[in-house]
């Protein structure tokens, strides 16, 4: 079941109202000493391919964009905790500023929310009358708000509340806290006096409980789908959020500092950047069309080269990742970005020339952009990560084919760009087919062939948000246990089979892993090193320092660091090559666990969708914008909290 949409012309803010809400917030804030600690939660069973070691050098998007929003507005004592770093953090142990902080927040996407759950649940264990108000967030927070509160009687967990949108529904929860907050009173209790006089009712985005007297969720009150905010340019500078990282530790309270500037190069090698937002094709198995209502945002080339500036100015970050969902999805906005970015490199921003950056797209999209893929090479393009899903278009159909595929590759890597594919495997796929390119090795030999240095695998999984995530489950095609284990949230990755009709899916299981060591593998680096897949135009180029200057030292030196270059863009390949079977051994030692289960063949299926055990409802006492079908709808229809006393 995906998002519903607002009403049309209702789906995005007024221009400038993100801008007024940061002016009006930092008038306010600055009569309040608030310290606040934001977590990105992350269950360390999720650390496999393609993505492990990856996860960390990369300061996660979604909390470091709320320590930016956070420090826009004045809120300078505010630390990010990012688990892969600090995997020991106890929030019951934490002091900042030599204190309980007034709030901690917590993002978390699905596959890890038992170590969200962890999280919260330590947070509860603190005194009421210290303890912060926990705010929940991110993707999980979008599609399941209700799974961060408990309905157990004799385990009364929970948040105080839970975030379903972006920055500008945070920061416009935090305007009406402020506005309520008398002298020091706890921030947690102006959240309380907010919440039961409706004062929150009026902000799309929201998801909070009303309790009875024993601190019980009896229902879930809604506030509605979030208005996005259409001018990306309008979002607090990221450059803020890295002065508020969390030194990695293995401690399970906070450092006395933050991570110096001159040192979070260190931890993370690699920045991402927020360049576009939308893709215009609705895949079945991906929630974000729905969450983004049908919309594509993007920010403009000025105010991205300014961010990259800033980003390497200041913690001298080279590497970029654009989290984009398809980057050439309007063309206009990618070549507008483009042409900024080339014209700083033209003038020799020292910046501009030494960065690189990379991000995703869609072959159709990438063959529109065929007559301009130099230009955006120029840009600093690096790699691009190409939806390609199933060359056969079996799985689904967005305008790529094998021969489509293999000219997108071959454009790119002509314009000195890397292309890095991403497949989906599913159960028609066999591993290998003769006569035809629909088996899944016989697409990444293609793949390799036309270039690929690296790529991706995953399996279908129940993806929440998504168009067919409520058949997955009524088909019975959903996993609810193998062999008496249940199907745990960690494992709705794309690396574990948790949902197939196959009547061995055990081979589905060995399938993908058949793939990642048909692909990495030692004779494949021997040959790597042979005959580099990684030596393409400009591979071993950078415009900056310019490679001839006066003096024959000089001249040396450049001579030097061309030759580095050139080896280190030949070895590039056979680098990969060692990282890919890096990462296989432990893949291999978290996975290889199920695939024994999956043999066993005692598989119980789901018959319907999971849905909030709590009762959900919206502000005008309809149905919940976020609550799945078959979700208990609320009896009460009042804006007083039920008591013991009076329950209804």
Known sequence: MELPCRDRGDELLR??????????????????????????????????????YLDKT??????????????????????????????????????????IPDILMVSSIYINSSQCEALVRDTCRIDPSHRPLIIAGGPEMWFAPWSVFSSDVNDPWGVDIAVTGEEYVLLSLLEVLLSVRAGNEPIRSAFQRARDSGALDGIP?????????????????????????????????????????????????????AIPADRVRKSTRIATIVMTQGCRFSCPFCPMPAYNQRQFRAKSGERIADEIDRIYSEYDIRLFFGTDDNF????????????TLARRVEAGSRPHCMVRWATEATIHDTLKMKDHLSLVRKAGLWALWLGVEDM??????????????????SLLRQSGIFPIPMLMH???????????????????????????????????????????????????????????????????????????????????????????????????????????????????????????????????????RRWKRKLGAHVGDAAMQLFGMAQLFPTIRRTIGWTLKLMLGDIKRYEKAPVSPIPMRGVDGG??????????????????????????
Not at 32 to 43: K, N, P
Not at 392 to 403: F, R, W, Y
Not at 438 to 460: E, F, W
Not at 623 to 648: D, K, M, Y
């Open 15 to 52: 221009a400038g109202e993100m801008i007024d809400l940061r002016l009006r917030l930092r008038k306010t804030a600055a009569k309040h000493d608030l310290t606040t600690v934001i977590v990105s939660a992350l269950d360390p069973c999720t650390r496999m391919l393609p993505f492990i």
């Open 58 to 99: 990369i300061a996660p998007a979604g909390a470091r964009a709320i320590g930016a929003a956070m420090a826009d507005i004045g809120c300078h004592k505010t630390r990010i905790v990012l688990q892969q770093w600090n995997r020991n953090f106890k929030p019951s142990h934490m002091r900042l500023d030599g204190r």
């Open 205 to 257: 985005g929201l998801i909070y409980a009303r309790t009875d007297a024993k601190g019980v969720p009896v229902e879930l009150v809604d506030t509605g789908i979030q208005r996005l905010l259409g001018e990306l340019d309008e979002l607090p500078h990221p450059v803020l959020g890295y002065s508020l990282l969390e030194p990695p530790s293995e401690l399970t309270t906070l450092a006395p500092k």
């Open 328 to 339: 050439f999805a309007d063309k206009q906005r990618a070549l507008e970005i483009a042409e």
């Open 392 to 409: 056969s278009g079996n799985l689904v159909k967005k305008g790529q084919s094998a021969d489509q595929t293999a000219e997108a590759f």
């Open 426 to 560: 599913h159960d028609s796929q066999p591993l290998f087919s003769v006569g035809a390119r629909h088996g899944l090795l016989n697409q990444l030999h293609s793949l390799r062939k036309a270039g690929a240095v690296y790529m991706q695998v995953l399996t279908l999984y129940p993806a929440l948000g998504s168009k067919t995530y409520e058949e997955v489950f009524t088909s019975g095609l959903a996993y609810e246990s193998v062999n008496g284990f249940p199907v745990k949230p960690a494992f709705h990755g794309g690396m574990y089979v948790v949902a197939s009709r196959h009547p061995r899916p055990w081979v589905r299981q060995l399938n993908m892993l058949a793939a990642y060591v048909y692909f990495f593998n030692p004779l494949r680096f021997v040959a790597a090193i042979l005959r580099s897949r990684s030596r393409i135009p400009l591979a071993d180029q950078k415009p900056w320092p310019p490679p001839w200057t006066i003096g024959n030292l000089s001249r040396r030196r450049s001579t030097m």
């Open 623 to 648: 149905r919940a914008s976020h609550a799945l079908p078959g979700t208990p709808l609320s009896p009460f229809r009042h804006t007083q909290a039920p008591t013991e006393e009076n329950p209804l």
